[in-house]
């Protein structure tokens, strides 16, 4: 709490030094020499970080390692985010200087809901740091001014209308990658998929070697003394590649409540670097009145389920027809199933 005050009373600070700056009488002028409205980098291949603030204490730390983009050092970033806020950094564009009768409105936007960007490179320098504000009016044109300038501006990106400021002021989960497993086949090591209530169809997949075992996972269940199916647990394990939730629950309120009950499934994925423990408790559809017999017809049939993944403490929503081959049984691997 004392960090989140602390960085709101620097970002507050900082946009009203900016609201003063910009409005001292004699400063705005139409000399370009400093190229203070050229806000794009073109290679967004040298960014390493990115940092955006606002004035409510809200911070996005945005951070590229391994070629791989991170949220808060902690969460993979969607990567549909990021690639709009990187187009926007690399193409975002002067569109007009304003008059000078425009200028008020416009650092009044930028001190109130102005966002702090600051862009760096792999060697940790700023390259960039500017302050993004509200839209004009026809809301084609996106209020920017950069750090230490006199002059503020309006940006856009050629070619496409909006207000840019969508593609920096995303917070929380809008930010993280919705994908629950995405990994690699050749990179797992163990998988164990465990069913609390159906003991005997729960399973581990270990490699040993080259290949891959298939046991019961929990001793009282009996092993099968049949051969497991030639391709059987690489086709199974190619279904990890990309399993994407429909939307995060983070701020479901029955989120503790569901989370302390017994789940229908549990999935342990270790890999070369990393561990994913996910467990899945079913949204059942409500019964539904038969007008004929007057009864109502329940279903034992779930289309979506709670995810909760333990390393991140993310609560999440997924599908039945995304998620159902995960949902695999023990025998299934072995010939004659």
Same mark, same amino acid.
């Given at each position: 709490?004392?960090?989140?005050?602390?960085? #709101?009373?620097? /970002?507050?600070?900082?946009?009203?030094?900016?609201?003063?700056? /910009?409005?001292?009488?004699?400063?705005?002028?139409?000399?370009?020499?400093?190229?203070?409205?050229?806000?794009?980098?073109?290679?967004?291949?040298?960014?390493?970080?990115?940092?955006?603030?606002?004035?409510?204490?809200?911070?996005?730390? #945005?951070?590229?390692?391994?070629?791989?983009?991170?949220?808060?050092?902690?969460?993979?970033?969607?990567?549909?985010?990021?690639?709009?806020?990187?187009?926007?950094?690399?193409?975002?564009?002067?569109?007009?200087?304003?008059?000078?009768?425009?200028?008020?409105?416009?650092?009044?936007? #930028?001190?109130?809901?102005?966002?702090?960007?600051?862009?760096? !490179?792999?060697?940790?320098?700023?390259?960039?740091?500017?302050?993004?504000?509200?839209?004009?009016?026809?809301?084609?044109?996106?209020?920017?001014?950069?750090?230490?300038?006199?002059?503020?501006? /309006?940006?856009?990106?050629?070619?496409?209308?909006?207000? #840019?400021?969508?593609?920096?002021?995303?917070?929380?989960?809008?930010?993280?990658?919705?994908?629950?497993?995405?990994?690699?086949?050749?990179?797992?090591?163990?998988?164990?998929?465990?069913?609390?209530?159906?003991?005997?169809?729960?399973?581990?997949?270990?490699?040993?070697?080259? !290949?891959?075992?298939?046991?019961?996972?929990?001793?009282?269940?009996?092993?099968?003394?049949?051969? /497991?199916?030639?391709?059987?647990?690489?086709?199974?394990?190619?279904?990890?590649?990309?399993?994407?939730?429909?939307?995060?629950?983070?701020?479901?309120?029955?989120?503790?409540?569901?989370?302390?009950?017994?789940?229908?499934?549990?999935?342990?994925?270790?890999?070369?670097?990393?561990?994913?423990?996910?467990?899945?408790?079913?949204?059942?559809?409500?019964?539904?009145?038969?007008?004929?017999?007057?009864?109502?017809?329940?279903?034992?049939?779930?289309?979506?389920?709670?995810?909760?993944?333990?390393?991140?403490?993310?609560?999440?929503?997924?599908?039945?027809?995304?998620?159902?081959?995960?949902?695999?049984?023990?025998?299934?691997?072995?010939?004659?199933?």
């Amino acid at each position: 709490m004392k960090k989140k005050t602390l960085i #709101l009373l620097v /970002v507050a600070l900082s946009l009203m030094a900016l609201a003063v700056w /910009v409005t001292r009488p004699g400063i705005h002028t139409k000399n370009t020499e400093s190229n203070d409205w050229d806000f794009a980098i073109s290679d967004t291949e040298q960014i390493a970080r990115i940092f955006i603030a606002d004035r409510e204490g809200n911070t996005t730390l #945005l951070e590229k390692k391994e070629g791989k983009w991170w949220y808060n050092d902690i969460y993979p970033a969607r990567p549909n985010a990021m690639e709009n806020l990187l187009d926007a950094i690399s193409r975002v564009k002067l569109k007009y200087r304003p008059s000078q009768a425009a200028i008020p409105g416009m650092v009044s936007s #930028l001190s109130t809901e102005g966002l702090k960007v600051e862009i760096y !490179n792999k060697a940790g320098q700023k390259i960039k740091a500017y302050y993004v504000g509200g839209a004009t009016a026809d809301e084609r044109g996106t209020y920017m001014i950069m750090e230490d300038s006199n002059n503020p501006y /309006v940006a856009h990106i050629p070619s496409w209308e909006g207000n #840019l400021r969508f593609r920096y002021s995303l917070l929380g989960d809008d930010w993280k990658d919705k994908a629950i497993f995405a990994e690699r086949q050749e990179a797992i090591t163990r998988l164990s998929v465990t069913y609390p209530k159906q003991r005997n169809k729960s399973f581990v997949l270990e490699k040993q070697g080259g !290949n891959f075992t298939v046991s019961p996972a929990f001793a009282m269940a009996p092993e099968s003394s049949a051969k /497991v199916k030639p391709g059987a647990v690489e086709a199974y394990l190619r279904n990890y590649r990309s399993v994407v939730a429909e939307a995060f629950s983070n701020q479901y309120p029955g989120r503790d409540s569901i989370t302390n009950m017994v789940p229908f499934c549990t999935i342990r994925l270790q890999s070369d670097d990393k561990q994913r423990s996910v467990n899945f408790f079913p949204i059942f559809n409500q019964p539904i009145l038969d007008i004929k017999s007057g009864q109502f017809i329940g279903t034992t049939e779930a289309e979506r389920y709670y995810a909760w993944i333990e390393e991140t403490d993310d609560f999440m929503l997924v599908q039945q027809r995304v998620f159902g081959e995960l949902f695999r049984a023990y025998e299934s691997f072995f010939e004659g199933s």
